[in-house]
């Protein structure tokens, strides 16, 4: 809030990470907590959006991972969008295998279980829950594979391997539509994400076949259904140099970076130490660690600035999974919104019955 002393603006808005350990790490909350200055600490709807940003940093080529900041929120907030993103992104993943032939030495069970966290690249806005309602093309992609290893017939050279098909991959899951899916999904068409990740070893006269049946979920109830192999956060670091730090000083200072945060100028034929990469900071602390450099180098990170890391599983495009995830953030914004309205409006017809009812 404006009109709070610089200390204690620095200390509402920044974590310090001392030698010792960090501080001021809470968020103040109270809206009167400082009114014996005069100041309001009070939600003003009009500044939180005016302060509110997310930029997007980096993304990769093949769209599976994104980093941005968003910027002028607090933690809660934060935390809701990364839990969102990790849990409650519907997906599509292998629910239902129908082992019809399985002469390997894996389990029945342990096969599926292979399976079912293989991600599959599909399109969970085309589909429906499925829920208790009976497997259609509405709420169901259905995937067969089937394979057999024999042994290498062809010894010619002594690269040859002995046996083929030995290794079942996910390249072998084959798309079988049901009903209008071909026509409906040609443009895109359900598949698994890798081609190489291996699910079973066979050898010479062992063969798996099955069916498998993918449906829509989150991953709040099983992790296969979760979009995302990491979604994470961290505050963007400050570094204050309290004073110029020159000479061999700056050399020492740049050497005890394990990060290479800092960088030597030229400054009127003076060699001073500059924070050039703060964003690489991880707050190992080694530049604070001891108290002699603690009082010349002040470390922090801003609270309302997170950096998120988010790496999509390749079911999805990150990019698409944040958008989904903060659609789904708002809804619950919503809902609660619509709720607290509920609950008013039923205490005030409660308290007019009962004044109806004394008089």
């Given at each position: 809030?404006?009109?709070?002393?610089?200390?204690?603006?620095?200390?509402?808005?920044?974590?310090?990470?001392?030698?010792?350990?960090?501080?001021?790490?809470?968020?103040?909350?109270?809206?009167?907590?400082?009114?014996?200055?005069?100041?309001?600490?009070?939600?003003?709807?009009?500044?939180?959006?005016?302060?509110?940003?997310?930029?997007?940093?980096?993304?990769?080529?093949?769209?599976?991972?994104?980093?941005?900041?968003?910027?002028?929120?607090?933690?809660?907030?934060?935390?809701?969008?990364?839990?969102?993103?990790?849990?409650?992104?519907?997906?599509?993943?292998?629910?239902?295998?129908?082992?019809?032939?399985?002469?390997?030495?894996?389990?029945?069970?342990?096969?599926?279980?292979?399976?079912?966290?293989?991600?599959?690249?599909?399109?969970?806005?085309?589909?429906?829950?499925?829920?208790?309602?009976?497997?259609?093309?509405?709420?169901?992609?259905?995937?067969?594979?089937?394979?057999?290893?024999?042994?290498?017939?062809?010894?010619?050279?002594?690269?040859?391997?002995?046996?083929?098909?030995?290794?079942?991959?996910?390249?072998?899951?084959?798309?079988?539509?049901?009903?209008?899916?071909?026509?409906?999904?040609?443009?895109?068409?359900?598949?698994?994400?890798?081609?190489?990740?291996?699910?079973?070893?066979?050898?010479?006269?062992?063969?798996?076949?099955?069916?498998?049946?993918?449906?829509?979920?989150?991953?709040?109830?099983?992790?296969?259904?979760?979009?995302?192999?990491?979604?994470?956060?961290?505050?963007?670091?400050?570094?204050?140099?309290?004073?110029?730090?020159?000479?061999?000083?700056?050399?020492?200072?740049?050497?005890?970076?394990?990060?290479?945060?800092?960088?030597?100028?030229?400054?009127?034929?003076?060699?001073?130490?500059?924070?050039?990469?703060?964003?690489?900071?991880?707050?190992?602390?080694?530049?604070?660690?001891?108290?002699?450099?603690?009082?010349?180098?002040?470390?922090?990170?801003?609270?309302?600035?997170?950096?998120?890391?988010?790496?999509?599983?390749?079911?999805m495009d990150a990019e698409r999974l944040v958008k989904?995830?903060?659609?789904?953030?708002?809804?619950?914004?919503?809902?609660?919104?619509?709720?607290?309205?509920?609950?008013?409006?039923?205490?005030?017809?409660?308290?007019?019955?009962?004044?109806?009812?004394?008089?």
């Open positions: 809030p404006a009109g709070l002393p610089p200390e204690l603006a620095d200390q509402h808005s920044h974590v310090f990470c001392g030698h010792l350990a960090p501080t001021y790490t809470s968020t103040v909350e109270y809206a009167g907590v400082y009114a014996s200055l005069g100041v309001d600490n009070g939600l003003d709807l009009d500044l939180f959006k005016r302060g509110l940003a997310i930029t997007i940093q980096h993304r990769s080529e093949d769209r599976t991972e994104l980093v941005f900041d968003m910027v002028g929120v607090d933690a809660p907030i934060a935390n809701a969008l990364r839990r969102i993103l990790i849990a409650e992104v519907p997906t599509m993943a292998i629910e239902k295998v129908w082992v019809l032939n399985n002469t390997s030495i894996i389990q029945d069970e342990v096969l599926a279980h292979r399976l079912g966290l293989v991600p599959i690249r599909a399109n969970p806005k085309l589909f429906e829950q499925k829920g208790d309602n009976e497997s259609n093309a509405t709420n169901t992609i259905c995937f067969r594979l089937r394979t057999e290893c024999k042994r290498n017939a062809d010894k010619a050279s002594a690269d040859t391997t002995p046996y083929e098909g030995d290794k079942v991959l996910s390249s072998q899951l084959r798309w079988v539509p049901q009903g209008d899916q071909a026509q409906d999904l040609e443009g895109d068409p359900p598949r698994p994400v890798h081609d190489d990740i291996l699910i079973a070893k066979l050898r010479p006269g062992q063969a798996i076949e099955v069916e498998c049946w993918c449906e829509k979920g989150i991953g709040r109830t099983h992790a296969k259904w979760s979009p995302v192999a990491t979604a994470s956060y961290r505050l963007l670091p400050r570094i204050n140099l309290k004073e110029p730090v020159t000479g061999e000083d700056a050399h020492a200072l740049k050497k005890m970076c394990p990060m290479d945060v800092f960088d030597i100028e030229d400054l009127e034929g003076v060699q001073t130490a500059k924070a050039a990469r703060p964003r690489n900071c991880t707050v190992c602390r080694e530049c604070v660690r001891e108290p002699e450099w603690a009082e010349r180098v002040e470390l922090t990170r801003v609270k309302d600035h997170f950096i998120f890391s988010v790496e999509s599983t390749g079911a989904d995830a903060l659609g789904i953030l708002k809804q619950k914004a919503l809902d609660t919104a619509q709720l607290l309205k509920d609950t008013l409006a039923q205490r005030a017809d409660a308290a007019a019955m009962e004044h109806d009812d004394a008089l």
